[in-house]
């Protein structure tokens, strides 16, 4: 029971004590005890629903505060899928200099440009002439 119906529950009491009938000022005050309990129901009632909305907020400020971490780098996400590296999307070259593997993705190749070993700076394809193609 919330404060305010404690003092509504009080005042019901007195006039009960004071046998106040419902005749004349009785029934007024009696109207104006039972339009305060229906007030204080209404008070606990919200009471009752800003307290779940602070708790939603909470959970809310929670969520925003994670998602703020991921923007910022800040989180320990090992199961990250989209970091992982897929052989199929890629074209494995072999430097000719040193012999590593190198992947590359196609639109690198048809681009155009020579492309350099990230090892030894040698030359992996070389830019083709359109009279060459």
């Given at each position: ?39 204080a ?24 505060d ?68």
């Open positions: 029971m919330g404060y305010m119906k404690e003092k509504v529950a009080y005042l019901r009491g007195l006039a009960e004590g004071m046998n106040i009938g419902d005749e004349g000022q009785g029934k007024l005050l009696n109207a104006i005890i039972a339009t305060m309990d229906e007030m129901g209404a008070i606990d009632e919200n009471e009752a629903a800003m307290a779940e909305i602070d708790e939603c907020l909470d959970d809310i400020y929670d969520e925003l994670d998602i703020d971490d991921y923007l910022e780098g800040d989180f320990d996400d090992d199961d990250d899928e989209d970091d992982e590296f897929d052989e199929d999307d890629y074209v494995e070259l072999e430097c000719p200099e040193c012999g590593e593997a190198i992947y590359f993705d196609e639109a690198m190749l048809e681009c155009g440009e020579e492309l350099l070993c990230p090892n030894c700076n040698a030359v992996l394809v070389p830019v083709m002439e359109e009279d060459e193609e």
